[in-house]
């Protein structure tokens, strides 16, 4: 069995919340006809670019036709030398080796007739407890939306809730207030997400506010991206668990190292795919630190890879973000993957367990464009140009 071809496809997809993100969904085909699936997951992010699909789909087939997809050590060895570590947040490298890596997982998983969770391993959980994002408010008039979207939430199965802060104070403060009064013993906090917005002592001072007026889990990015030092300041001095995304191994080492977080956020779409997350895994294993899984929302096919992953993962003690399919109004699936009550259920099928409806991909395929114009404040915070603080 020998890697044939690898096809990139660019699609747009709308949420929700008024926005539409791209992603790239990646074909792979072997010389006997095997195809599998794959996802680089949501780019619609700082740094303001996007991939030269056809030099990029060109260059991919060059690095990988002839090649035995069942050797999977040397096709991430390759992965990793000519698309290395980027040492940021949304690193296009890491985007590139999870869509191989996802699409790898799948076609071997078909050509096997096993779930991707026994190519990992076995499976040790068939779910994985998950939050819905609140995502971050710019002013109070965008408070009372985002109480009744929490309800709306509420309503199809999911209390549980991850919340966006640090860039209004007083928003945030009326939020969880009037959170915690019509919903509280209905909904949980996983977290508070400050997104690497503030310095330790502002996340400090503005924990000590947010702490009277709700309860949750653990906070999340609590200073500045690669703020170490920062991370562990606010760490000894936090009665909460804190958790960092992880950017590279050697970067999960660091934090770890430093007594810097409690938690390693473990993603895909950041390490380059199902392998190297289960390497990081391992590594906080070995430190006795905890896991969540976290995302970039992804659609369902990145999605179902968090589940085989969240399925053969040894340390999973906290939930994971994983609610995209909830999120988007579109996708190129004939079934998204399944949610109960909070919970992401983790596909049985073989591959991914998932089966992409090939008309629906023709259609929804387009340019890859900015679709966010330079409104940077919605891009950090995953919000239309029309909500009341971009007025």
């Known amino acids: ?26 074909k792979l085909e072997t010389a006997d006809g095997a195809i599998g699936w794959g996802e680089m997951s949501d780019l619609s992010h700082v740094p303001m670019y996007q991939f030269d699909l056809p030099e990029l789909e060109r260059m991919l087939n060059e690095l990988l036709r002839g090649k035995d997809p069942r050797n999977l050590v040397k096709i991430e060895d390759d992965l990793i ?17 999870q869509g191989v890596d996802l699409a790898l997982h799948d076609l071997l998983g078909r050509v096997d007739n096993v779930p991707v969770y026994t190519l990992l391993g076995g499976k040790l959980r068939d779910r ?30 999911f209390d549980l809730i991850r919340v966006y802060v640090g860039a209004n104070l007083e928003a945030d403060e009326l939020f969880l207030g009037q959170f915690t009064d019509r919903f509280k013993g209905r909904v949980t906090i996983k977290s508070l997400d400050f997104s690497n917005l503030l310095d330790w ?44 995304h992880v950017l590279h191994i050697h970067h999960g080492w660091q934090l770890l190292a430093a007594g810097a977080v409690d938690i390693l956020n473990v993603s895909p779409y950041l390490l380059g795919g199902l392998r190297a997350s289960l390497r990081l895994i391992a590594l906080a294993e070995a430190a006795r630190a905890s896991v969540l899984i976290g995302t970039t929302q992804e659609l369902n096919l990145g999605t179902a ?22 999120l988007y109004m579109a996708d190129t699936v004939k079934t998204p993957v399944q949610y109960e009550n909070s919970h992401l259920i983790v596909p049985e099928g073989p591959g991914l367990g998932i089966e992409i409806d090939e008309e629906k991909l023709k259609e929804m395929t387009t340019n890859a464009q900015w679709t966010f114009g330079v409104d940077l404040a919605g891009v950090l915070d995953r919000t239309s140009a029309t909500r009341p603080s971009a007025k």
């Not at 890879?305 to 909830?326: E, K, M």
């Open 128 to 157: 994985m407890r998950v939050c819905y994002p609140i995502f971050r408010m710019r002013s109070v008039e965008e408070v009372g939306p985002n109480l009744d979207r929490v309800e709306e939430k509420l309503q199809l199965g």
């Open 1 to 26: 069995m020998k890697i044939q071809r690898i096809q990139l496809f660019p699609i747009a997809s709308p949420r929700q919340t008024g926005i539409a993100n791209q992603h790239v969904i990646v």
């Open 81 to 97: 030398r000519f698309y290395p570590d980027e040492g940021h947040m949304y690193s296009r490298s890491g985007l590139v080796r």
């Open 305 to 326: 890879a968090v589940a085989h992953l969240a399925a053969a993962a040894r340390i999973l003690d906290y939930p994971g973000d994983n609610t995209g399919p909830q």
């Open 201 to 244: 002592r502002r996340t400090a001072m503005a924990v000590e506010r947010f702490d009277e007026l709700c309860d949750y889990m653990l906070i999340e990015s609590a200073a500045p991206r690669n703020d170490i030092e920062g991370l562990t300041q606010f760490r000894r001095r936090s009665r909460r668990p804190s958790s960092e």
